[in-house]
């Protein structure tokens, strides 16, 4: 990378410290509202050594990416389906927006009720946060794929299976990975909501644990920062994955 | 190949439908060129898609050897006005892509692709992708495509209008070459009267909508034909005569 461009994001970083540090100092919170920065990453550095938050983040990081593969076929299948079919559209969106339109953390005590188990319960709540972006990402993708090259497929007779995985999957791509950027942020939310609702394990209920019976409000912190890295990074390797199958078109 | 008595009309979303061929009828022999030359909206295109098994007449037949085309057929190889190249492969993939369709295992696939980016030409560009290409190239690697499958019968559907003139005239002489070495049947659909006199030995002129055939002109100029050996005269006559029957009923 050069150094151009390395350096507004390093820039950034030092003045969004920078802020933070002044602000503990200029309004004189006790660490126990807002730690300084340094604290933080003491307690972070901390954390991660002591394997406090190592089993939490092993948890949430399985249900992110459990929830998000799952989400994400669900999301592509469907999708097709809503482009290829106005029946489909008609008789399906309805309920598609109504699902979307009611949050999640509403929805998270009734899955809680219906799926006992933590860990699939949590999955679920991923997987449906994940579904509707995907959904909607495909849809859109696969009518938008050039006619002249579906006609293309038809004069070389390819089959629906041919024509879905030669034409109509890599045209609708762009697309669909866009999607697939917005679902893996909304994945890491899914899990958080998930394991609030539940309280057994997870980062969602280390935040819980730290500003509760801890009382540990650098602990918290860090933690929020570990939710944070692992969504840039999921978001990264997404954006990875779309430069390598998209780039060079 | 025998077309007979092909009708094709369109639903339009206001008003009836509009009758874009009605009644055509046109016989093409093996290794024949016929061009296909009308005014806007006289369906040349709608003809080509129904010859190539892509629109189903609604009325009327096609045949190819004696067999009715009543969809995509493998002796047909078509080449758009645009390449419709798949812009995430490479052009080797894309000349094979009809290969890998019909179920070639990949080293025969490769042979082919080897022969037919050396038939047009594009034997250094293997590995690019289509965005490097020229428009000239691009519609190079189009043409290879459509002969992949080594089809009898060749469709072009104004294939060069995209190009500048320059390129267009050097690829009405790479075309004859490739037909002389290939000996495909080609049937071209073109806007312009020197280049259908140039390709064809018979231009077959549409009427505007409905479209219909309304006169049948044989090109008696020699072969092989090259740009700067083209018989002047015969040809300004035999544009003459398309010129007359392209008139008939057309306000302008």
């Known amino acids: 990378m050069k150094l151009q461009s390395v350096l507004p994001v390093g820039l950034a970083v030092l003045v969004f410290f920078g802020v933070w540090k002044l602000v503990t100092i200029v309004s004189g919170f006790p660490p126990y509202i807002l730690p300084p920065p340094e604290t933080v990453a003491n307690r972070f550095v901390e954390a991660w050594v002591d394997g406090v938050i190592t089993p939490h983040a092993a948890a949430t990081l399985r249900e992110v990416v459990v929830g998000f593969a799952v989400g994400a076929a669900f999301g592509v299948a469907v999708g097709y389906l809503l482009a290829r079919s106005r029946l489909a559209e008609r008789v399906l969106s309805p309920y598609l927006v109504a699902a979307q339109a009611t949050p999640i953390l509403a929805l998270a005590p009734l899955l809680a009720l219906w799926f006992p188990d933590g860990l699939t319960g949590t999955i679920v709540i991923c997987v449906l946060i994940v579904f509707f972006p995907v959904a909607v990402a495909t849809m859109v993708g696969i009518r938008s794929v050039d006619a002249g090259l579906l006609e293309l497929g038809r004069s070389l007779r390819a089959t629906p299976r041919q024509m879905f995985f030669t034409l109509e999957i890599p045209a609708a791509l762009p697309s669909i990975l866009g999607g697939m950027r917005v679902g893996v942020t909304l994945a890491v939310v899914g899990a958080i909501v998930g394991e609030w609702a539940y309280n057994d394990r997870g980062l969602g209920v280390l935040v819980n644990l730290a500003r509760g019976s801890l009382f540990d409000t650098p602990l918290m912190f860090a933690t929020l920062v570990t939710i944070a890295l692992m969504g840039v990074a999921l978001y990264a390797l997404v954006v990875l994955a779309e430069r390598r199958l998209v780039g060079a078109r | ?252």
């Open chain 2, 1 to 252: 190949m025998a077309v007979r008595d092909v009708a094709v009309s369109f639903a339009r979303p206001e008003g009836g439908p509009v009758t874009a061929l009605d009644g055509v009828d046109l016989d093409v022999a093996p290794g024949e060129v016929v061009a296909l030359i009308g005014p806007n909206g006289s369906g040349k295109s709608t003809l080509l898609r129904v010859v190539a098994g892509l629109l189903r007449p609604d009325r009327g037949s096609v045949a190819l050897d004696g067999r009715a085309v009543t969809r995509p057929d493998p002796g047909i190889g078509l080449v758009f006005q645009e390449p419709r190249l798949l812009p995430w492969r490479s052009v080797a993939s894309n000349v094979g892509y009809p290969l890998e369709i019909a179920g070639w295992p990949p080293g025969r696939r490769q042979q082919r692709v080897t022969e037919l980016l050396d038939l047009v030409g594009l034997e250094g560009a293997a590995a690019l992708r289509p965005r490097e290409l020229s428009g000239g190239m691009r519609q190079r690697a189009a043409i290879a495509r459509a002969l992949a499958l080594e089809p009898s019968v060749l469709l072009l559907d104004e294939p060069f209008s995209a190009l500048d003139a320059l390129t267009r005239e050097r690829f009405n002489v790479e075309l004859l070459e490739l037909w002389s070495r290939t000996g495909t049947t080609i049937l071209v659909v073109t806007h312009s009267i020197p280049e259908a006199i140039f390709l064809a030995d018979r231009v077959v002129v549409l009427s505007p909508r409905p479209g219909r055939v309304i006169a049948e002109i044989d090109v008696t100029i020699a072969r092989p034909r090259s740009l700067d050996t083209l018989d002047e005269a015969a040809v300004s006559a035999t544009a003459r005569r398309i010129r007359s029957h392209l008139g008939e009923g057309t306000e302008q």
